[in-house]
């Protein structure tokens, strides 16, 4: 189809437009343009058309032509949406890439790109906001009728909206109600992640006038308390400017009701400021920070590297200061009128990185992830557009941000899985498609990371790769001692206290003696991994997946970790009626009721999913344990993500064994990491840490390499390994999840895909085999893998899946069956 990007259109030309629909579909479908839009028609702007028999939805436009669809007469678009395009070319090459690359369609890449807000359709659910006024809005007619007809049902869809109001499209009307903040999309997301905000107060500018001011005193002669509010006010201002509400109280002796009195009167003013969770020495030192000498070269190496590569990873130890570095990387880039991604894997758990970078840079910067709600991702969406924004941070999502002009992408912890889209498509790796990106804008990308995926590790010794190293960390700190304890020798010799070896608890006992901090990691939550009739050895499975429950103390109930299911706990056997039932397993929940018995005087919280559900529940966990309200902290990888408390001394590992025996075969790499990374929260600048492993195979080569802090012997050993079976980077891994409902059809719809597979691609197809959960949310699974080796052109594979699975859902037998692709999967 040929494209018109640039061209202006009349009346009298008829144009036909390819359109992204965001939908799971094959291919994109072509609509006429009226001939009073044509000079509204451009290429990355939204238009509203009708899919199906009524369906209205928010579409994309990918091309212009003049050439009608062949086969179908193509519909006429309802109305251009906006005045400027919201996607621009870089953006849909960008599309095209990762549809291509990870094999899913561009509907489902819109999906993930967009914000909710800039993609509407008739099943969006329209909700009204709480406690609003109206008092200094300009509401329409219509919008009354909206807002009306919102206070009594509670929520409508567009399609209910679009027939209450008459009017075939109502997607402006709706957008504006957002735009006022009056309403919002259901399909937004509670903010788990928010600036921590402080309240500060100032005098009314009125009573800043002398005259007003003197009578100010007269009026409150006769309210002591608000008077002495009133003097340390004056006193802690001096120049006129903001305290803290918190400050004013601690100095004061007016109390909350005598400053909710001044409040009242308008005699003060209460205003909210994101503030930094950070002390102010931490704000000192980023502020006003200079690079150590080790520092100083590996930024000098990187620019240098840059010189003839466009990505390079730096290869940092834990706590050796890479963020100064990024900063200065940052600053460069910002200085030739540049923008920057800065890619971090969870950015709920990196508040302190966040909060310095925005700290160093001000106001050029936006945070950008999933949790955010719809308004202010829209927001930022147009803010990196219009060129506002210098610097965004974000998670894996902000790949997809419309820049303008990127000279720098940094992601940070390159390492971590969470890059990784699972669930749903597009199934993309972030940190590789960053790299794209970044050859998109032609642009250049720095890789960071303690403990580098073996991946990119291999990419820097083969030279597609820059590799800088800092060995040394920031500040003269030394890198904790790492002790491991036997857990089969402690049991034998009697010394186990539940979970907890004499070592460890003497370690705690003496840390905490010192009032330092301590966090204890255990890779599974909830209370009991799963319960069992000792009787007849019935243990309760999920209704929906073939998984058993876990038992959480906290909920009284057995909880589904894959389908979200629970039910009571079991005290009494279904199967026989037996009362004896055994816990077996133990997660943090059960970790931090047992650490509760041995120091019952000790404040003690836990960091993992179930603790963190409820709003702001993550910000107080982590605040908490900042301001030293919390003593001992225990958690899952939560506890090994971003997190930098000055005061922690002590890191306890209650079984490193969990992560060593997953079946899988980035296991071993991916404990070195986490491992490594967990214990990398000790000790920093005056203080050393310890770091205690407590495993039953102590002497495990990878816990003697973490001990070592010797990457490059794990490295080594590992990819011998790979390379000996044939496992990335050596090969491409492409997995291929088969689901129905049926299992008896799915084992025949697998084996038949399987067969029409190896047609063309022989032994390279393996499977289809149960994978090690077979069935999730009643959908029965099974599992093929197709392993490429680099001799082979991956590309030619993707065309051969690409049309078996075509050939393959044209069969008429199989109807329902479900394909899923997964390319890298890791």
Partial sequence: MQEFNDIDFT????????????????????????????EQTAVGKRVIVQFGKSKIYTALIKTISQMAPALYQAKYIIDVIDEYPVVNSRQLQFWDWITEYYLCNEGEVMSAALPAGLKLASETIIILREEISLDDLEITDKEQILIAALEKQKRLTVDQI??????????????????????????????????????????????????????LFEVLERAPKQLDALLTYIKLSKTGIEISRQQLLEESSCGQAALKSLLDKEIFFLKKKVVSRLNDESDDMILNFKLSAAQSVALQRIETEFQTKDVVLLHGITASGKTQVYIKLIEQAIEKGGQVLFLLPEIALTTQIVERIKRYFGDAIGVYHSKFNDNERVEIWNNVMNGKYKIVLGARSAVFLPFKDLKLIVVDEEHESSYKQNEPAPRYQARDAAVYLAHLHQSKIILGSATPSIESYYNAQNHKYGLV???????????????????????????????????LIDDITATLERKEQVILFQNRR???????????????????????????????????????????????????????????????????????????????ARLDVDSTR???????????????????????????????????????????????NYPDFRAFERSFQLLAQVAGRAGRRDKRGKVCIQAYDADHRIIKQVVDNNYLEMYNDEIAERKQFHYPPFTRLIFINVKHKDSNLLNAASARFASMLRVQLGSRVLGPEQPLVSRIRNYYIKQLIIKSDKATAIHKVKAVLKQTIADFNAENTYKGVIIQIDVDPY
């Avoid at 437009?17 to 609509?31: D, T």
């Avoid at 904790?480 to 049991?491: K, S």
């Fill in 469 to 503: 190293t800092l060995n040394e960390r920031f500040g003269g700190v030394e890198l904790p001692i790492q002790e491991v304890v036997g857990i089969a020798e402690e049991t034998k010799k009697k010394k186990m206290v539940s979970y907890f070896s004499s070592v």
């Fill in 11 to 38: 009346e009298r030309d008829t144009l036909f437009v390819e359109v992204i629909l965001p939908l799971s579909l094959s291919k994109n479908y072509i609509y006429r343009v009226p001939f009073d839009l044509n």
């Fill in 614 to 660: 409820t709003k702001n529940s993550l910000q107080k966990i982590i605040g908490d344990f900042q301001e030293k309200k919390t003593d001992i902290l225990i958690g899952t990888q939560m506890v090994a993500k971003g997190l930098d408390f000055d005061n922690v001394t002590l890191i306890g590992v209650i079984n490193a064994d969990t992560l060593l």
């Fill in 162 to 215: 679009s027939k209450l109001l008459g009017q075939k499209t109502v997607f402006p009307l709706i957008r504006s109600l957002l735009d006022k903040e009056i309403i919002y999309i259901a399909e937004e997301v509670l903010e788990k992640y928010k600036p921590l905000l402080k309240s500060y107060i100032t005098l009314n500018p009125f009573y800043q006038e002398e005259g007003n001011f003197k009578h």
């Fill in 526 to 604: 909830g209370y009991a991994t799963i319960l069992i009739c000792k009787t007849c050895g019935f243990a309760p499975k999920c209704v929906n997946c073939d998984v058993s429950l876990t038992f959480h103390k906290s909920s009284g109930k057995l909880h589904c970790h894959y389908c979200g299911y629970h039910e009571s706990s079991m005290n009494i056997c279904p199967a026989c009626g037996s009362v004896h039932i055994e816990q077996k397993g133990f997660g943090t929940e059960r970790v931090e009721e047992e650490l509760s018995l041995i120091f019952p005087e000790v404040k003690i």
